[in-house]
């Protein structure tokens, strides 16, 4: 099986622009999660989808968005950046057959963003 | 949400040392997952272990629930070993929580 894929690898935005990444999870997964990582505050987690519904969100503001299609892909949008969100951002996919948060995360490689 | 500390946070090692990782974790877990972080940025799977031991290779974990700890031992280092290794758990349906992890160098 492929991995979890993540689109683009690296971005470079300015300051109050707007950017949407792409994580797709590996085949027959479900549920996409989305970390975000810096030096100062280290892997913090954004939010959860399964089944295209938000299950869980970490404490972030709400510039910081999600959706997942009914292909289980998901994006996450980031509006109105600032010098802060320069990070490694994270997506990782699990099975859900128990659905009980017992199965293995799997990560992609990750989008290294950085804001101007 | 759960606290997860590891310890130590650096760690310097000649090729062909052993090493023990620890990772804390503050309330009963059903998950808990031990990654390597490379050099450009990828999160690695070692072991998915909320309990009892597991061994891969040079690399095994050992988590003791009631006591909430789990340990990380790598043996016979080599310098590929080096990068950052972190610890995360959760308990229910949450999330994932990580610690600060140990960054581990490798000397030939």
């Known amino acids: 099986k492929a991995g979890v894929t993540q689109t683009p690898r690296y971005l470079i935005k300015t300051r109050g622009q707007q950017v949407t990444l792409s994580c797709s999870p590996i085949?027959?997964?479900?549920?996409v999660s989305w970390y975000q990582q810096t030096p100062g505050q280290g892997l913090q987690f954004l939010f959860e989808?399964?089944?295209?519904?938000?299950?869980n969100k970490g404490n972030f503001p709400g510039r910081f968005s999600g959706r997942q299609f009914s292909n289980s892909r998901s994006e996450m949008n980031v509006s109105t950046l600032e010098l802060g969100d320069s990070a490694l951002y994270l997506c990782?996919?699990?099975?859900?057959?128990?659905?009980?948060?017992?199965?293995?995360?799997?990560f992609g490689p990750g989008t290294r963003l950085l804001v101007l | 949400g759960i606290q997860v500390e590891q310890s130590p946070p650096d760690l310097i090692l000649q090729e062909g040392a052993n090493s023990t990782l620890r990772c804390n974790f503050s309330?009963?877990?059903?998950?808990l997952q031990w990654f390597h972080q490379n050099p450009w940025g990828q999160l690695i799977n070692l072991f998915y272990?909320?309990?009892g031991t597991k061994q891969n290779g040079r690399l095994s974990a050992t988590t003791v629930a009631t006591e909430r700890y789990s340990l990380l031992y790598i043996s016979s280092s080599q310098t590929t070993d080096s990068g950052v290794y972190f610890c995360?758990?959760?308990?229910?349906?949450?999330?994932?929580?990580f610690g600060t992890g140990t960054r581990l160098t490798v000397i030939p």
């Open positions: 309330d009963s877990v059903n998950n």
């Open positions: 272990i909320p309990s």
């Open positions: 995360a758990a959760k308990t229910g349906a949450n999330n994932l929580f």
């Open positions: 989808y399964f089944s295209e519904t938000q299950r």
């Open positions: 990782a996919s699990r099975g859900t057959q128990t659905d009980r948060g017992q199965e293995t995360q799997y």
């Open positions: 085949s027959g997964h479900r549920s």
